[in-house]
């Protein structure tokens, strides 16, 4: 059986075409600001974000509050994926 065949294995993450109206289209999750805001970015002469610096800044500030409060770990999870 392929994996293609089955919509229980099929991504969720933007996996249906643009206009499907089925019931796994109602559950996407797209990661990213997406083709609409970028363009209107680069309409505005704005600079796209750099995600990778972000990213950084955000686990650093996660990393500096659990040494602040004397945490020897912490449990993240995403509450949409339970």
């Known amino acids: 059986m392929s994996f293609n065949q ?9 996996s249906q075409a643009a206009g499907d109206e089925d ?3 109602l559950n996407k999750h797209v990661l990213g600001p997406g083709a609409l805001a970028e363009s209107e ?3 505005a002469g704005l600079v796209s974000p750099n995600m990778t610096s972000i990213r950084e ?7 500096d509050k659990l040494i ?3 945490c020897a770990g912490i449990l ?3 509450p949409v994926n339970i």
């Open 23 to 25: 019931i796994y289209s």
């Open 76 to 78: 993240l999870y995403d």
């Open 41 to 43: 970015w680069v309409e």
């Open 68 to 70: 602040e409060f004397d």
């Open 57 to 63: 800044y955000r686990l650093q500030r996660v990393r």
């Open 6 to 14: 089955n919509k229980k294995y099929q991504t969720k993450i933007a």
